[in-house]
């Protein structure tokens, strides 16, 4: 397995119209998260997904914006109607069942970068 | 709420020389307080964490950090750095909601510069 994986790893769209990000986690880590991280910021939180459930949702991600894990495994986020201001690389991490951030660490992948012309 | 500060937003250091990163958090219990390195087009990467016991953590890449309390600070060292190490780095504290979900919340990050 070599980790988190996402794609695409750069999209460049236009403003309005609709995008999909795909994450495919390392295999068996049921917990999977989304980060958002913008131009000189750190990465934020935005849903967290345990299984094919989605457990939290961050004040940030507005009704444009939905995320699936439809069998559990691999999720997608999607950003429909476009703004310049969802210009950002999206982060996602995964956890491994049973797990907490004291005993395992949190896995990224390389992020999708979004532009949106 | 909690919140992660990092006043530095861009360190420059000549290799071999020592190096550290300053970070403050504000959390209201007991902090889980991480350190991630970000090169550029790569994923975050977990250098060290503290969650309780020894206040100095050693890490991956020759990297430390200190737990003080007192002075809500976590900070990032390592002795002598190497020009593989630039790269931006983010501390973050680890936060348990009311969902049962931890989820980190990372400062603004810092940029490191290696010079020869």
């Known amino acids: 397995d070599t980790g988190v994986s996402q794609n695409p790893r750069h999209k460049i769209t236009k403003r309005g119209q609709n995008v999909t990000f795909r994450c495919d986690p390392i295999?068996?880590?049921?917990?999977l998260y989304w980060y958002r991280q913008t131009l000189g910021q750190g990465p934020e939180f935005l849903t967290y997904?345990?299984?094919?459930?989605?457990?939290?949702k961050s004040r940030l991600l507005s009704d444009r914006f939905s995320a699936e894990r439809p069998k559990g495994s691999f999720s997608t986020l999607e950003i429909q109607r476009t703004e310049q201001g969802d210009s950002a690389m999206y982060l996602c991490?995964?956890?491994?069942?049973?797990?907490?951030?004291?005993?395992?660490?949190?896995?990224f992948g390389q992020g999708t970068r979004l532009t949106v012309v | 709420a909690q919140s992660v500060t990092q006043p530095d937003i861009h360190i420059t250091v000549s290799e071999g020389a020592s190096l550290e990163l300053r970070c403050n958090y504000s959390?209201?219990?007991?902090?889980?307080l991480f350190w991630y390195v970000q090169s550029p087009g790569q994923g975050l990467q977990l250098l060290l964490k503290?969650?309780?016991?020894?206040?100095l953590v050693q890490g991956i890449k020759g990297f430390e950090a200190e737990f003080k309390r007192s002075q809500s600070s976590f900070n990032l060292r390592k002795p002598s750095v190497h020009w593989s190490d630039a790269a931006e780095y983010f501390c973050?504290?680890?936060?348990?909601?009311?969902?049962?979900?931890?989820?980190?919340?990372f400062g603004t990050g810092t940029r490191l510069t290696i010079i020869p």
């Open positions: 997904f345990q299984n094919e459930a989605q457990l939290e």
């Open positions: 295999s068996e880590h049921n917990r």
């Open positions: 973050a504290v680890g936060v348990l909601s009311n969902f049962g979900n931890e989820k980190l919340t």
């Open positions: 991490a995964s956890l491994e069942q049973g797990t907490n951030l004291m005993n395992t660490e949190a896995f």
């Open positions: 959390y209201g219990a007991t902090p889980y």
């Open positions: 503290y969650f309780s016991g020894d206040t």
